[in-house]
């Protein structure tokens, strides 16, 4: 029932992104035909959307966020010592958090594409579509999935830390949204703190925009470990 119930989250909160997605784009503002590569436009505008902003808080902690919670309360993790060992529950759970806040969006990004090429691109003019265009709707999805990613490993951190289902859904929505307001009304230099700044990157970020890569690789490993620790630390309890 644990399984079944995971899938289900899991596909309710891709089916909640790709509804946000497709609930932005503007279609009553549309004049046909549509310029070439309109498709595109329409779906990155909707994935920048404040309603999918509001989700990523949301949606990624919810399918694996506090899954350290209910398995330490439902007595399966003496039952899964016995079996395997604690290295590899803390490398399979840190991975199982992570994808848990990472795939919604991009399956979620993936029938977005899919959908606005299939009903959109034939209402287009005939013409060519600039790989640049692209090239940065798969880099916004890729960077909404990596937020998502961070945002479920703090969810996991916050389970670790408290065993409580609370704490783990409720501060990393909490953190989300402080960052930001911080970044806006006190800190409008330190735009490294901005989640809307992952996403969006309309600031600088080094030649060619490469330090957010780097900025998501350092964060995405710092907070696998630091989940891991904990993870190691509760699980000496057992």
């Keep these: 029932m644990g399984e079944i119930g ?36 329409y779906v990155k505008s909707a994935f920048s ?3 999918m902003l509001f989700l ?16 330490s309360s439902g007595g399966f993790l003496k039952l899964y010592a016995v079996r395997i060992s604690r290295a590899e529950y803390i490398r399979r ?6 994808a848990g806040g990472f795939l919604p969006f991009f399956f979620a990004g993936l029938l977005s594409l899919t959908m606005g090429f299939l009903f959109l691109y034939p ?25 998502g990613g961070i945002t479920a490993e703090v969810s996991g951190i916050f389970a670790a830390a408290f065993c409580n289902y609370y704490m783990a859904y409720g501060l990393p929505f909490v953190c989300f949204y402080l960052l930001i307001i911080l970044k806006d009304r006190y800190l409008q230099d330190l735009y490294v703190i901005d989640p809307k700044e ?30 891991g620790l904990l993870l190691g630390y509760r699980l000496r309890e057992i």
């Design 56 to 71: 990523i808080p949301i949606v990624s902690v919810l399918t694996a966020g506090a899954s350290y919670v209910r398995e």
């Design 6 to 41: 995971k899938e289900k989250a899991f596909y309710l909160m891709t089916a909640s992104c790709f509804f946000a997605a497709a609930a932005s784009v503007p279609f009553s503002k549309m004049e046909f035909p549509l310029a070439a590569g309109s498709f595109l436009q």
């Design 198 to 227: 992952w996403i969006l990157t309309e600031n600088y970020w080094g030649a060619g925009g490469n330090g957010i890569w780097v900025f998501f690789l350092v964060s995405s490993v710092f907070f696998c470990l630091l989940h």
């Design 123 to 147: 209402l287009e003019y005939k013409g060519t579509i600039e790989m640049k265009t692209v090239w940065d709707a798969v880099l916004l999805l890729l960077r909404i999935c990596l937020t």
């Design 49 to 51: 959307s404040q309603g």
């Design 93 to 98: 759970k840190t991975m199982q958090v992570y």
